[in-house]
């Protein structure tokens, strides 16, 4: 089915001789409409993009264009529990799946050289701006 | 592009032993044929938790961070010496990574799931593990043999 469909305009190029009478006749037919009818132009429909287009939603991180690193305990600490010191979800901090996958990965990397606790937050990151609110998440919470 | 990170995290101690346990940390990487780019200190801080290493709790440190480049089966013997070290609470040797360029997919994973590409997905892998069901052409709406 697929080769049929487009192998048939390869097959008419063959016979090229009677594709190229065919296309000149068209042509000609179209032309002497075109001179009968004056069509005004500024009445005609206007091509542009959509105007109610919605933005593309982009992440916070991506939005910013902030690569998380390890060594930046005061970004990381922002998607860290104050309570348990775990790592939020991705339904509570809203990330994408890549940035959020790299976001986990810096803050073991930060645990395991002991620049950020495992099981705490620190107090002075306590009243840092929030980037999300952990009640409200974009999906349910599995509990 | 630098190669390696070593975080490195001393005890505490007077300044004049942190210089030389530091010139110690960096020596280890010229003798083993690595060259240092660049050398941050990232300050005397409390650990976020205790730390018990060669045979004393640990509450606070200096954090120091090293970029360097070298053979990669240098770190091995690195992380070797620093851990029998006993000035160093706690090393480790990262690779240096260059900020990520991530193009933000959020887009497509808000959309409902019969439009997300991995929801797509798992559902061609099911229907490939569904017997095919053939028509029996019969004209009877039953199947008409014992089974």
């Known amino acids: 089915m697929f080769l049929r469909t487009f192998l048939r305009p390869i097959i008419m190029h063959q016979n090229r001789r009677e594709f190229l009478r065919f296309s000149s006749s068209v042509a000609e037919a179209s032309s002497s409409e075109s001179t009968e009818s004056s069509i005004d132009e500024s009445d005609l429909p206007v091509r542009m993009e959509n105007p109610f287009r919605k933005e593309r939603v982009q992440c916070v991180l991506c939005k910013h264009q902030i690569s998380p690193d390890y060594k930046n305990v005061k970004l990381l600490s922002q998607f860290q529990s104050p309570f348990t010191g775990r790592i939020y979800g991705r339904h509570i901090t809203g990330l994408c799946k890549k940035m959020q996958r790299k976001v986990e990965q810096e803050i073991v990397k930060a645990q395991k050289s002991v620049l950020m606790g495992t099981v705490t937050k620190d107090v002075q990151f306590f009243k840092d701006p929030k980037l999300f609110d952990p009640e409200k998440p974009i999906r349910p919470h599995k509990y | ?147």
């Not at chain 2, 032993?17 to 660049?38: D, M, P, Q």
């Not at chain 2, 045979?55 to 480049?69: L, S, V, W």
């Not at chain 2, 933000?104 to 929801?119: D, F, H, S």
């Open chain 2, 1 to 147: 592009m630098p190669s390696y990170e070593a975080l490195v995290i001393l005890r505490q101690m007077p300044r004049q032993e942190v210089i030389t346990t530091l010139k110690r940390t960096a020596e280890a990487i010229f003798s083993k044929g690595g060259f240092i780019r660049k050398l941050d200190n990232l300050g005397h801080r409390t650990l976020p938790f205790r730390v018990f290493e060669h045979g004393i709790i640990h509450k606070t440190g200096t954090a120091f961070n090293i970029t360097f480049d070298s053979p990669s089966k240098v770190v091995f013997d690195l992380n070797e010496e620093y851990g029998r070290d006993v000035d160093i609470v706690r090393s480790n040797i990262f690779k240096a990574e260059e900020p990520v360029k991530i193009k933000c997919t959020l887009q497509e994973e808000l959309q409902p799931p019969a439009y997300r590409k991995g929801v797509i997905r798992m559902l061609r892998i099911a229907r490939k593990g569904q017997k095919e069901k053939y028509p029996l052409n019969t004209g009877l709406n039953y199947y008409p043999f014992q089974k």
